[in-house]
């Protein structure tokens, strides 16, 4: 009489499990490129000033997943860079509005230039679990960004119906 296995019933995804060897290895040239592909192209949009809201905000979700595994010592680049870029592209987009292009200095061009690079090396050389970790991060990050949003809008109409 065959007997079957049960699944395991955790609700993780596969890719979660340590016993993934997935996970120890880099991810694939195919997934790799068309990351670092999209990363290029926002850059370039930026670089030649076509750069609109969508481009700064891809290449601060670039930024930042190049920050997180440098934290960890999977980069090359000083955290330094990393962080002064990030800083550099808040305030761009503080200053901008949703629908026109942005202003970006030179400096910041030329950080984000460097930041691709690495984004780019970081994508074919760092294991698969090192980069999951990173998009997780962002992931919370934006979470809990959308929250801090939506209490504020909340605060915002109930100070606005008490007047």
Do not use: W
Request: hydrophobic fraction near 35%; proline fraction near 2%.
């Amino acid at each position: 009489m065959a007997v079957s296995k049960k699944q395991s019933s955790s609700g993780r995804k596969p890719i979660r499990n340590r016993q993934n060897k997935r996970l120890y290895l880099p991810l694939s040239n195919e997934h790799a490129s068309q990351l670092n592909r999209q990363a290029r192209i926002a850059f370039e949009s930026i670089r030649t000033g076509r750069g609109d809201r969508a481009a700064l905000l891809q290449m601060s979700s670039i930024v930042l997943l190049c920050e997180f595994p440098t934290e960890d010592g999977h980069g090359l680049l000083p955290l330094s860079l990393l962080q002064e870029a990030r800083r550099r592209m808040a305030r761009v987009m503080a200053a901008g509005s949703a629908d026109e292009t942005c202003e970006y200095a030179r400096r910041l061009i030329d950080q984000l230039n460097e930041i691709v690079n690495e984004y780019d090396r970081q994508m074919r050389e760092t294991r698969l679990h090192t980069i999951v970790a990173a998009f997780d991060k962002v992931d919370c990050m934006l979470v809990a960004r959308k929250r801090s949003l939506a209490r504020t809008r909340r605060l915002t109409i109930r100070l606005s119906d008490g007047l």
